[in-house]
């Protein structure tokens, strides 16, 4: 099945599953570099850096770059937010690459491309990329759009004990009614040309 052949009137568990919680983590020991999605709601950015300090502690990582400026819904800087916690654990000013200006996902992967290509961190590198799980199908719907003729391998990373994990998004409602509205934002961005169909 095609994402803009799902049922938007009946989206079941089962295609939530497909469509949001098809990403699985890869192992890994070292990078070039290491991306933590902004997010405007703290507990889940607070979720993403506590996944990226437990890899920065752990991996040979040689730079982190902090995505998100202050966010449609936002009230703080995301990615000054997150700068000031990895100082904070002893990751060196000179290693942290930052993205502020951005409020949409898709924003953030147009600018911190712009950043990883003045640094030399795209082509033949390795990436990894902390977000949600629920948040990765469309973040790779558009990097593969946006990377089209580059050798990079990413790595895809996320606590998988999670405030929006599958389990909990399938007993609670606002987040079940969460998990809908990024399905069919997927599909709209696919309808309106912005990022190609996927299989499920």
Known sequence: MLITEINQENITNETI?????????QDFQEADCLIIFGCHI?????????????????KNINKVLVTGGV???GD??????????????????????IEDKSTTTEENITNFIKILKANNLLTNK?????????????????????????????????????????????????????AINEIKKIIRFVQTGLIDDEKI
Not at 46 to 57: F, G, P, Q
């Open 126 to 178: 390795t990436i990894i990329l902390v977000s949600n799980q629920i948040h990765f199908r469309r973040i790779g719907m558009e990097l593969k759009k946006q990377l089209q003729g580059y050798n990079c391998h990413l790595i895809y990373q996320f606590k998988e004990d999670s405030l929006v994990s599958f389990d909990k998004v399938i007993t609670d409602n606002t987040l079940r009614e969460l």
């Open 17 to 25: 599953k497909r469509v949001l919680f098809a990403t699985k983590p």
């Open 42 to 58: 703290k507990p889940l950015l607070d979720e993403r850096l506590s996944k990226a300090i437990e890899l920065l502690k752990t």
């Open 76 to 97: 703080f800087n995301e990615s000054e937010y997150m700068k000031e916690h990895l100082l904070e654990i002893g990751v060196k000013e000179r290693d942290i690459l």
């Open 71 to 73: 966010g449609v819904n």
